[in-house]
Protein backbone atom coordinates (compact mmCIF):
# COMPACT_ATOMS: atom_id res chain seq x y z
CA UNK A 1 0.00 0.00 0.00
CA UNK A 2 1.53 3.54 -0.97
CA UNK A 3 2.04 6.14 2.13
CA UNK A 4 -1.23 7.91 1.15
CA UNK A 5 -2.93 4.45 1.11
CA UNK A 6 -4.59 5.25 -2.32
CA UNK A 7 -6.19 7.87 -1.65
CA UNK A 8 -6.35 11.59 -4.34
CA UNK A 9 -4.93 14.66 -3.62
CA UNK A 10 -8.21 16.30 -5.91
CA UNK A 11 -10.92 14.16 -4.12
CA UNK A 12 -9.53 15.65 -0.71
CA UNK A 13 -9.72 18.97 -1.86
CA UNK A 14 -13.13 18.42 -3.56
CA UNK A 15 -14.62 17.07 -0.60
CA UNK A 16 -12.99 19.53 1.69
CA UNK A 17 -14.59 22.06 -0.60
CA UNK A 18 -18.28 20.60 -0.42
CA UNK A 19 -17.82 20.09 3.57
CA UNK A 20 -17.08 23.97 3.86
CA UNK A 21 -20.06 24.51 1.56
CA UNK A 22 -22.56 22.36 4.83
CA UNK A 23 -21.23 23.78 7.56
CA UNK A 24 -22.08 27.99 6.01
CA UNK A 25 -25.25 26.22 5.59
CA UNK A 26 -26.24 25.27 8.94
CA UNK A 27 -24.19 27.38 10.78
CA UNK A 28 -25.74 31.29 10.26
CA UNK A 29 -25.95 32.22 13.76
CA UNK A 30 -22.08 30.88 14.58
CA UNK A 31 -21.14 33.40 11.30
CA UNK A 32 -23.47 35.87 13.04
CA UNK A 33 -21.26 35.85 16.02
CA UNK A 34 -18.27 35.96 14.23
CA UNK A 35 -20.12 39.06 12.30
CA UNK A 36 -20.80 40.68 15.14
CA UNK A 37 -17.77 40.35 17.36
CA UNK A 38 -15.60 42.31 14.32
CA UNK A 39 -14.39 44.81 16.94
CA UNK A 40 -12.11 41.50 17.90
CA UNK A 41 -9.51 40.97 16.42
CA UNK A 42 -10.37 38.14 13.57
CA UNK A 43 -13.80 38.12 14.83
CA UNK A 44 -13.06 36.21 17.63
CA UNK A 45 -12.20 36.69 21.60
CA UNK A 46 -8.56 35.37 21.38
CA UNK A 47 -7.07 34.38 18.28
CA UNK A 48 -6.75 30.26 18.87
CA UNK A 49 -10.49 30.21 18.29
CA UNK A 50 -9.34 30.25 14.28
CA UNK A 51 -7.30 27.80 13.78
CA UNK A 52 -10.15 25.25 13.63
CA UNK A 53 -10.34 24.20 10.05
CA UNK A 54 -14.01 25.50 9.62
CA UNK A 55 -14.96 29.14 7.78
CA UNK A 56 -15.81 30.62 10.92
CA UNK A 57 -15.70 29.00 14.81
CA UNK A 58 -18.72 27.43 15.94
CA UNK A 59 -20.63 30.11 18.68
CA UNK A 60 -21.60 27.36 21.70
CA UNK A 61 -25.00 28.34 23.33
CA UNK A 62 -24.49 25.28 26.07
CA UNK A 63 -21.92 23.05 27.25
CA UNK A 64 -22.94 20.21 29.15
CA UNK A 65 -20.97 17.12 30.21
CA UNK A 66 -19.24 15.54 26.94
CA UNK A 67 -21.94 17.77 25.02
CA UNK A 68 -21.89 21.15 23.35
CA UNK A 69 -24.92 22.78 21.35
CA UNK A 70 -24.69 25.94 19.12
CA UNK A 71 -26.13 28.81 18.86
CA UNK A 72 -27.84 27.20 15.76
CA UNK A 73 -29.31 24.90 18.06
CA UNK A 74 -26.74 22.11 16.38
CA UNK A 75 -25.71 19.23 18.92
CA UNK A 76 -22.27 17.89 19.29
CA UNK A 77 -20.28 14.56 20.68
CA UNK A 78 -17.23 16.86 21.73
CA UNK A 79 -14.01 15.07 22.00
CA UNK A 80 -11.90 18.06 21.64
CA UNK A 81 -12.41 18.96 24.97
CA UNK A 82 -10.46 21.69 24.77
CA UNK A 83 -7.24 20.11 24.48
CA UNK A 84 -8.22 18.40 27.86
CA UNK A 85 -9.15 21.66 29.66
CA UNK A 86 -12.57 20.68 29.87
CA UNK A 87 -11.08 17.08 30.17
CA UNK A 88 -13.59 15.77 33.22
CA UNK A 89 -16.56 16.76 31.31
CA UNK A 90 -18.25 20.50 30.89
CA UNK A 91 -19.63 20.94 33.90
CA UNK A 92 -22.40 22.85 33.73
CA UNK A 93 -23.78 21.37 37.44
CA UNK A 94 -20.49 21.86 39.85
CA UNK A 95 -19.54 25.43 38.10
CA UNK A 96 -23.17 26.37 38.40
CA UNK A 97 -23.37 25.02 41.68
CA UNK A 98 -20.52 27.27 42.71
CA UNK A 99 -21.30 30.33 41.60
CA UNK A 100 -24.54 30.55 42.69
CA UNK A 101 -23.74 29.12 46.54
CA UNK A 102 -20.26 29.17 47.22
CA UNK A 103 -18.95 32.55 45.49
CA UNK A 104 -20.90 34.70 47.86
CA UNK A 105 -18.98 33.09 50.49
CA UNK A 106 -15.22 33.94 50.29
CA UNK A 107 -15.22 36.02 46.60
CA UNK A 108 -13.74 35.34 43.30
CA UNK A 109 -10.41 37.79 43.86
CA UNK A 110 -9.54 39.46 46.94
CA UNK A 111 -5.54 38.76 47.24
CA UNK A 112 -5.75 36.66 50.42
CA UNK A 113 -6.66 32.91 51.03
CA UNK A 114 -9.26 31.14 52.11
CA UNK A 115 -9.56 27.94 54.14
CA UNK A 116 -9.87 25.47 50.44
CA UNK A 117 -6.32 26.18 49.90
CA UNK A 118 -4.97 23.47 52.58
CA UNK A 119 -7.33 20.45 50.77
CA UNK A 120 -5.62 21.68 47.37
CA UNK A 121 -2.56 21.33 48.19
CA UNK A 122 -3.39 17.91 50.30
CA UNK A 123 -5.40 16.48 46.75
CA UNK A 124 -2.06 17.62 44.68
CA UNK A 125 0.47 16.10 47.07
CA UNK A 126 -1.73 12.71 47.67
CA UNK A 127 -2.23 12.42 44.06
CA UNK A 128 1.28 13.15 42.20
CA UNK A 129 3.70 12.21 45.56
CA UNK A 130 5.30 15.46 45.55
CA UNK A 131 4.79 17.20 49.00
CA UNK A 132 5.10 21.17 48.43
CA UNK A 133 2.85 23.18 45.96
CA UNK A 134 2.76 26.50 44.30
CA UNK A 135 -0.35 27.95 42.49
CA UNK A 136 0.04 29.77 39.19
CA UNK A 137 -2.34 31.18 36.61
CA UNK A 138 -2.21 28.61 33.41
CA UNK A 139 0.36 25.53 32.67
CA UNK A 140 2.15 28.06 31.24
CA UNK A 141 2.76 29.97 33.97
CA UNK A 142 3.67 27.15 36.22
CA UNK A 143 6.00 26.27 33.62
CA UNK A 144 7.93 29.34 33.57
CA UNK A 145 8.12 29.68 37.41
CA UNK A 146 9.81 25.78 37.33
CA UNK A 147 11.96 27.27 34.61
CA UNK A 148 13.04 29.99 36.15
CA UNK A 149 13.13 28.58 40.00
CA UNK A 150 15.44 25.90 38.13
CA UNK A 151 18.07 28.50 36.81
CA UNK A 152 17.88 30.10 40.50
CA UNK A 153 18.77 27.12 42.39
CA UNK A 154 21.11 25.77 40.14
CA UNK A 155 23.41 29.01 38.96
CA UNK A 156 22.92 27.44 35.40
CA UNK A 157 21.99 28.83 32.36
CA UNK A 158 20.24 26.16 30.27
CA UNK A 159 17.15 24.23 29.16
CA UNK A 160 16.90 21.02 27.62
CA UNK A 161 13.57 20.56 26.02
CA UNK A 162 12.15 18.39 23.28
CA UNK A 163 11.40 18.96 19.36
CA UNK A 164 7.44 18.06 19.29
CA UNK A 165 6.65 18.68 22.83
CA UNK A 166 4.49 21.96 23.84
CA UNK A 167 4.94 23.63 27.29
CA UNK A 168 2.81 26.94 26.65
CA UNK A 169 3.63 30.12 25.59
CA UNK A 170 6.75 30.70 27.06
CA UNK A 171 9.30 32.82 24.99
CA UNK A 172 12.35 30.95 25.30
CA UNK A 173 10.76 27.76 23.26
CA UNK A 174 9.08 29.92 20.90
CA UNK A 175 12.44 32.03 19.83
CA UNK A 176 11.81 31.50 16.18
CA UNK A 177 8.38 33.29 16.13
CA UNK A 178 8.01 36.56 14.87
CA UNK A 179 7.93 39.09 18.07
CA UNK A 180 11.00 37.30 20.18
CA UNK A 181 13.43 38.49 22.21
CA UNK A 182 16.50 38.81 20.94
CA UNK A 183 18.56 35.61 21.47
CA UNK A 184 15.40 34.33 23.35
CA UNK A 185 16.69 30.56 22.09
CA UNK A 186 20.03 31.06 23.38
CA UNK A 187 19.60 29.38 26.52
CA UNK A 188 17.91 26.28 25.38
CA UNK A 189 19.04 22.52 23.70
CA UNK A 190 16.46 21.18 21.54
CA UNK A 191 16.38 17.39 21.54
CA UNK A 192 14.83 14.62 19.65
CA UNK A 193 12.39 13.14 21.99
CA UNK A 194 13.05 9.27 22.68
CA UNK A 195 16.79 9.59 22.46
CA UNK A 196 18.97 8.89 25.72
CA UNK A 197 22.40 9.35 23.35
CA UNK A 198 21.57 12.99 22.26
CA UNK A 199 20.16 13.39 26.28
CA UNK A 200 23.31 12.30 27.76
CA UNK A 201 25.54 14.54 25.89
CA UNK A 202 23.54 17.93 26.06
CA UNK A 203 23.85 17.05 30.11
CA UNK A 204 27.77 16.22 29.77
CA UNK A 205 28.81 19.99 30.62
CA UNK A 206 26.76 20.36 33.71
CA UNK A 207 25.49 24.06 32.33
CA UNK A 208 21.82 22.65 32.13
CA UNK A 209 19.38 23.75 34.78
CA UNK A 210 16.23 21.71 33.53
CA UNK A 211 15.04 19.31 31.25
CA UNK A 212 11.46 19.79 30.67
CA UNK A 213 9.44 17.07 29.08
CA UNK A 214 6.11 15.48 28.89
CA UNK A 215 6.31 11.76 30.01
CA UNK A 216 4.59 11.36 26.52
CA UNK A 217 4.39 13.81 23.63
CA UNK A 218 1.07 14.41 23.60
CA UNK A 219 0.87 17.91 21.05
CA UNK A 220 0.85 15.72 17.60
CA UNK A 221 -1.24 14.02 15.18
CA UNK A 222 0.05 11.12 16.69
CA UNK A 223 1.00 10.33 20.58
CA UNK A 224 4.39 9.40 21.11
CA UNK A 225 5.08 7.40 24.32
CA UNK A 226 8.75 6.97 25.79
CA UNK A 227 10.83 4.24 25.40
CA UNK A 228 11.43 2.40 28.76
CA UNK A 229 15.22 3.34 27.98
CA UNK A 230 14.61 6.75 27.45
CA UNK A 231 12.84 7.55 30.62
CA UNK A 232 14.96 5.63 33.10
CA UNK A 233 18.04 8.23 31.10
CA UNK A 234 15.50 10.89 32.47
CA UNK A 235 15.73 9.94 36.06
CA UNK A 236 19.46 9.18 36.20
CA UNK A 237 20.58 11.17 33.67
CA UNK A 238 19.64 14.39 35.29
CA UNK A 239 20.34 13.26 38.76
CA UNK A 240 23.68 12.40 37.96
CA UNK A 241 24.51 15.87 36.31
CA UNK A 242 22.38 17.75 38.71
CA UNK A 243 20.06 18.98 36.30
CA UNK A 244 16.29 19.55 37.81
CA UNK A 245 13.49 16.92 35.80
CA UNK A 246 10.73 19.15 35.18
CA UNK A 247 7.98 16.71 34.07
CA UNK A 248 4.71 18.54 32.41
CA UNK A 249 2.02 16.64 32.66
CA UNK A 250 -0.57 19.74 31.44
CA UNK A 251 -1.90 16.70 29.25
CA UNK A 252 -0.57 13.69 29.76
CA UNK A 253 -2.09 13.49 33.37
CA UNK A 254 -4.76 12.24 31.66
CA UNK A 255 -3.57 8.77 31.68
CA UNK A 256 -4.31 8.35 35.06
CA UNK A 257 -5.32 9.90 38.27
CA UNK A 258 -1.53 9.99 39.23
CA UNK A 259 -0.19 11.41 35.74
CA UNK A 260 1.93 9.53 32.98
CA UNK A 261 5.06 9.96 34.39
CA UNK A 262 3.92 8.23 37.35
CA UNK A 263 3.27 5.34 34.55
CA UNK A 264 6.30 4.93 32.83
CA UNK A 265 8.37 5.59 36.68
CA UNK A 266 9.42 9.15 36.23
CA UNK A 267 10.71 10.81 39.03
CA UNK A 268 9.88 14.63 38.93
CA UNK A 269 12.03 17.29 40.82
CA UNK A 270 9.21 19.12 39.36
CA UNK A 271 5.43 18.76 38.08
CA UNK A 272 3.32 21.35 36.72
CA UNK A 273 -0.19 20.64 35.79
CA UNK A 274 -2.77 23.37 34.59
CA UNK A 275 -5.70 22.86 32.11
CA UNK A 276 -8.34 21.13 33.73
CA UNK A 277 -7.67 21.32 37.56
CA UNK A 278 -9.87 24.31 38.62
CA UNK A 279 -13.13 22.76 36.63
CA UNK A 280 -11.75 25.38 33.14
CA UNK A 281 -11.31 27.97 35.27
CA UNK A 282 -7.48 29.25 35.12
CA UNK A 283 -5.27 27.53 37.04
CA UNK A 284 -1.52 26.17 37.25
CA UNK A 285 0.02 24.37 39.39
CA UNK A 286 3.98 23.36 40.53
CA UNK A 287 5.07 20.79 42.95
CA UNK A 288 8.42 19.83 43.67
CA UNK A 289 10.41 17.26 46.44
CA UNK A 290 11.39 18.23 49.69
CA UNK A 291 14.82 18.69 49.20
CA UNK A 292 13.89 21.73 46.46
CA UNK A 293 11.15 23.43 48.45
CA UNK A 294 13.53 24.77 50.40
CA UNK A 295 15.56 26.61 48.00
CA UNK A 296 12.04 27.24 45.90
CA UNK A 297 10.82 28.92 49.05
CA UNK A 298 14.10 31.06 49.51
CA UNK A 299 13.91 32.06 45.72
CA UNK A 300 9.80 33.31 46.08
CA UNK A 301 10.50 34.50 50.11
CA UNK A 302 8.28 37.89 50.23
CA UNK A 303 9.76 40.19 53.62
CA UNK A 304 6.16 41.36 55.20
CA UNK A 305 7.20 44.79 55.82
CA UNK A 306 10.40 44.78 53.61
CA UNK A 307 11.58 45.53 50.66
CA UNK A 308 8.79 44.26 47.91
CA UNK A 309 10.51 41.63 46.07
CA UNK A 310 8.43 39.11 43.64
CA UNK A 311 10.99 37.91 41.83
CA UNK A 312 9.60 37.98 38.34
CA UNK A 313 6.66 35.18 39.31
CA UNK A 314 2.88 35.12 39.35
CA UNK A 315 0.01 37.07 38.17
CA UNK A 316 -2.49 39.23 40.78
CA UNK A 317 -5.60 37.33 40.02
CA UNK A 318 -3.66 33.77 40.90
CA UNK A 319 -5.89 31.21 42.92
CA UNK A 320 -8.50 33.29 43.88
CA UNK A 321 -11.18 32.23 46.76
CA UNK A 322 -13.45 30.97 42.90
CA UNK A 323 -10.33 29.09 41.42
CA UNK A 324 -9.26 27.71 44.98
CA UNK A 325 -13.23 26.16 45.23
CA UNK A 326 -13.51 24.77 42.03
CA UNK A 327 -10.09 22.82 42.05
CA UNK A 328 -11.02 21.56 45.76
CA UNK A 329 -14.49 20.25 44.28
CA UNK A 330 -13.04 19.35 40.90
CA UNK A 331 -10.42 17.28 42.63
CA UNK A 332 -12.78 15.73 45.20
CA UNK A 333 -16.08 15.59 43.27
CA UNK A 334 -15.28 15.32 39.64
CA UNK A 335 -11.42 13.44 38.72
CA UNK A 336 -11.85 10.66 41.21
CA UNK A 337 -10.37 7.48 40.63
CA UNK A 338 -13.77 5.81 39.34
CA UNK A 339 -13.82 8.79 36.95
CA UNK A 340 -10.27 8.13 35.38
CA UNK A 341 -11.24 4.02 35.35
CA UNK A 342 -14.05 4.97 33.61
CA UNK A 343 -12.17 7.17 30.88
CA UNK A 344 -9.87 4.82 30.36
CA UNK A 345 -12.12 1.90 29.75
CA UNK A 346 -14.17 4.50 27.36
CA UNK A 347 -11.11 5.75 25.62
CA UNK A 348 -9.58 1.98 25.10
CA UNK A 349 -12.80 1.05 23.53
CA UNK A 350 -12.58 4.01 20.80
CA UNK A 351 -8.91 2.69 20.11
CA UNK A 352 -10.19 -0.55 19.62
CA UNK A 353 -13.03 0.40 17.22
CA UNK A 354 -11.62 3.16 15.50
CA UNK A 355 -8.10 0.42 15.18
CA UNK A 356 -10.87 -1.92 13.38
CA UNK A 357 -12.52 0.86 11.06
CA UNK A 358 -9.61 1.88 9.84
CA UNK A 359 -8.50 -2.38 8.92
CA UNK A 360 -11.69 -2.00 7.11
CA UNK A 361 -11.29 0.84 5.61
CA UNK A 362 -7.81 -0.53 4.54
CA UNK A 363 -5.87 2.30 5.33
CA UNK A 364 -2.13 2.62 7.02
CA UNK A 365 -3.16 4.80 9.57
CA UNK A 366 -2.72 4.50 13.37
CA UNK A 367 -4.26 5.22 16.65
CA UNK A 368 -2.23 5.79 19.66
CA UNK A 369 -3.12 5.91 23.09
CA UNK A 370 -2.30 7.94 26.31
CA UNK A 371 -5.15 7.06 29.15
CA UNK A 372 -8.17 9.04 27.79
CA UNK A 373 -6.31 10.96 24.93
CA UNK A 374 -6.13 9.62 21.57
CA UNK A 375 -4.00 10.07 18.47
CA UNK A 376 -4.57 9.65 14.78
CA UNK A 377 -0.99 9.30 13.01
CA UNK A 378 -1.45 8.82 8.98
CA UNK A 379 1.26 5.76 9.12
CA UNK A 380 1.47 2.07 10.68
CA UNK A 381 4.59 2.56 12.35
CA UNK A 382 3.82 3.75 15.71
CA UNK A 383 4.95 7.47 16.57
CA UNK A 384 8.27 7.75 18.19
CA UNK A 385 9.09 11.33 18.56
CA UNK A 386 8.15 15.08 17.45
CA UNK A 387 9.05 14.21 14.06
CA UNK A 388 6.84 11.51 13.53
CA UNK A 389 4.18 13.06 15.78
CA UNK A 390 3.49 16.28 13.36
CA UNK A 391 4.80 14.57 10.39
CA UNK A 392 2.63 16.29 7.38
CA UNK A 393 -0.73 14.30 6.05
CA UNK A 394 -0.09 12.13 3.40
CA UNK A 395 -2.57 14.25 1.17
CA UNK A 396 -2.41 17.83 1.53
CA UNK A 397 -5.34 19.13 3.34
CA UNK A 398 -6.38 15.36 4.84
CA UNK A 399 -6.76 15.90 8.84
CA UNK A 400 -8.77 19.60 7.86
CA UNK A 401 -10.85 17.24 5.71
CA UNK A 402 -11.41 14.48 8.56
CA UNK A 403 -11.76 17.81 11.11
CA UNK A 404 -14.68 19.23 8.81
CA UNK A 405 -16.73 16.26 7.79
CA UNK A 406 -16.55 15.34 11.50
CA UNK A 407 -18.06 18.31 12.93
CA UNK A 408 -20.81 18.29 10.29
CA UNK A 409 -21.41 14.83 11.21
CA UNK A 410 -21.83 15.90 14.89
CA UNK A 411 -18.54 15.19 16.45
CA UNK A 412 -15.98 17.31 17.94
CA UNK A 413 -12.29 16.40 17.82
CA UNK A 414 -9.52 18.67 18.77
CA UNK A 415 -7.51 20.18 15.82
CA UNK A 416 -5.26 22.25 17.36
CA UNK A 417 -3.36 19.04 18.85
CA UNK A 418 -5.32 16.53 15.95
CA UNK A 419 -6.18 14.42 18.81
CA UNK A 420 -9.33 12.93 20.67
CA UNK A 421 -10.26 13.37 24.14
CA UNK A 422 -12.59 10.94 26.16
CA UNK A 423 -14.65 12.41 29.24
CA UNK A 424 -15.69 10.35 31.88
CA UNK A 425 -19.21 11.46 31.75
CA UNK A 426 -18.73 9.58 27.47
CA UNK A 427 -21.50 7.17 27.07
CA UNK A 428 -21.51 4.35 24.44
CA UNK A 429 -23.72 6.01 22.47
CA UNK A 430 -20.90 9.00 22.40
CA UNK A 431 -17.98 6.24 21.43
CA UNK A 432 -20.64 4.83 18.11
CA UNK A 433 -21.14 8.48 17.23
CA UNK A 434 -17.33 9.22 17.04
CA UNK A 435 -16.55 5.64 14.85
CA UNK A 436 -19.59 5.71 12.42
CA UNK A 437 -19.07 9.32 11.53
CA UNK A 438 -15.05 8.59 11.39
CA UNK A 439 -16.11 5.49 8.99
CA UNK A 440 -18.49 7.47 7.21
CA UNK A 441 -16.51 10.70 6.28
CA UNK A 442 -13.31 8.26 5.41
CA UNK A 443 -15.63 6.32 2.94
CA UNK A 444 -16.74 9.22 1.27
CA UNK A 445 -12.74 9.60 0.50
CA UNK A 446 -12.57 5.90 -1.57
CA UNK A 447 -15.55 7.02 -3.98
CA UNK A 448 -14.54 8.02 -7.00
C1 LIG B 1 1.95 19.78 27.82
C2 LIG B 1 1.45 21.18 27.92
N1 LIG B 1 2.04 22.02 28.80
C3 LIG B 1 1.63 23.30 28.95
C4 LIG B 1 0.61 23.79 28.18
C5 LIG B 1 0.16 25.21 28.36
O1 LIG B 1 -1.11 25.27 28.87
P1 LIG B 1 -1.86 26.69 28.90
O2 LIG B 1 -1.97 27.11 27.48
O3 LIG B 1 -3.19 26.37 29.49
O4 LIG B 1 -1.05 27.61 29.72
C6 LIG B 1 -0.02 22.98 27.25
C7 LIG B 1 -1.12 23.49 26.40
O5 LIG B 1 -1.60 22.89 25.49
C8 LIG B 1 0.40 21.63 27.12
O6 LIG B 1 -0.16 20.80 26.23
Do not use: C
Amino acid sequence: MTAAGGLRAERVAELLDQEREVYRRNHPGSERVHREADHLLGGVPFHWVNAYAVPFPLAIAQADGAHLVDVDGNAYHDFGLSGTAAMGGHHGSVLRDIIVSDVPGPGVVTGWTTEDAGPVGAQLAERYGLPRWELALSATEANRAAIRLARAITGRPMLVAFRGAYHGSLEELHAAAPGSAPAAGDAVRMLRFNDPGELAAALADEQVAAVIAEPALTNGGGVALPDPEFAAALNTLTKRHGTILIVDETQSGAAGYRGAGHEFGLEPDFLTLGKSLAAGLPIGALGMREELADAAARVLEVHPGGPWSLAGYGATVTAGPLTLRAARRYLSEVMTPDAYDRMNQLSQELSVRLTQAIARLELPWRISSLGAILGLSFREEPVRDGEGARAPDPVPGLRDYLFIALVNRGVLVGNLGGYIVVSPTNTERDIDAVVHAFEEAVRQLRLP
